[in-house]
């Protein structure tokens, strides 16, 4: 999770699928978890309250499916995911770049 002042570089090129969208944070903290996480115990960011970007960018999609391997244990086969969150107007979602599955 990053936390940014303003809008990063374009670096989708390193991911194999990078969506953005926005959200109001009106508490000036932000709650990252799983969707099996405990919230009491999740991961807290402060931010600045408000309407923020986000962008999730995510990776090892392509050499996870290539293996054929469903696994959290192993990195080989860890799907990795990078938010990055930052002050921005409210605009509309978008897919900055789609990953397709070798299968399909």
């Known amino acids: ?13 390193e991911f194999d699928h990078v969506v953005e969208a926005s ?3 009106s508490s000036g903290r932000l709650v990252v978890m799983g969707c099996t996480d405990y919230e ?3 991961a807290r960011f402060g931010i ?4 923020v970007r986000v962008r999730a960018a995510r990776s090892n999609l392509a050499e996870a499916e290539r ?8 990195p080989v086969t860890t799907e ?3 938010l990055q969150v930052w002050p921005a ?3 509309d979602r978008v897919v900055i770049k789609r990953w397709r599955p070798l299968a399909a």
């Open 1 to 13: 999770m990053e936390v940014l002042e303003a809008a990063p570089e374009d670096d989708s090129a």
């Open 23 to 25: 959200l109001h944070v």
């Open 40 to 42: 009491p115990e999740a």
């Open 48 to 51: 600045a309250a408000g309407p």
């Open 67 to 74: 293996l054929g391997i469903d696994s959290d244990e192993d």
């Open 80 to 82: 990795q995911l990078r």
């Open 89 to 91: 107007p409210h605009t």
